[in-house]
Nanobody, 127 residues
């Protein structure tokens, strides 16, 4: 069994930056497929960034390409999301997700791929 705990959310002005962290815990819990999702009020949860840690292959939603960077520190078993040039439309609850996988996912933003989810951390961007 494993757990995911996010941190790093907060309130920033448009154009600012935040770094989210997602610590994975559990003696043998080292998932190779991990992702960040977000859900804004009244909207469906959407995939933002995903990583296959064995090769460091990444995927990004079009809305965040060039602004967000996903990475993982395997030694710390912690996932990160570096968010720059934040916009008000980035306001949402951000959650990390994880799953053991082989070769990565063909559709890394499919929520059904992931069995492990964190509680989320709120990001609010004001104009």
């Amino acid at each position: 069994q494993g757990q995911l705990v996010e941190s790093g959310g907060g309130s920033v002005q448009a154009g600012g930056s935040l770094r989210l962290s997602c610590a994975a815990s559990g003696s043998t819990f080292r998932p190779s497929c991990m992702a960040w999702f977000r859900q804004a009020p009244g909207k469906e949860r959407e995939g933002v960034a995903a990583i296959y840690t064995n090769t460091a292959r990444t995927n990004y939603a079009d809305s965040v390409k060039g602004r967000f960077t996903i990475s993982k520190d395997n030694a710390k078993n912690t996932l990160y999301l570096e968010m720059n040039s934040l916009k008000p439309e980035d306001t949402a609850m951000y959650s990390c997700a994880a799953q053991a996988c082989v070769g990565g996912f063909n559709y890394p933003f499919a929520r059904s791929n992931y069995n492990y989810w964190g509680q989320g951390t709120q990001v609010t961007v004001s104009s």
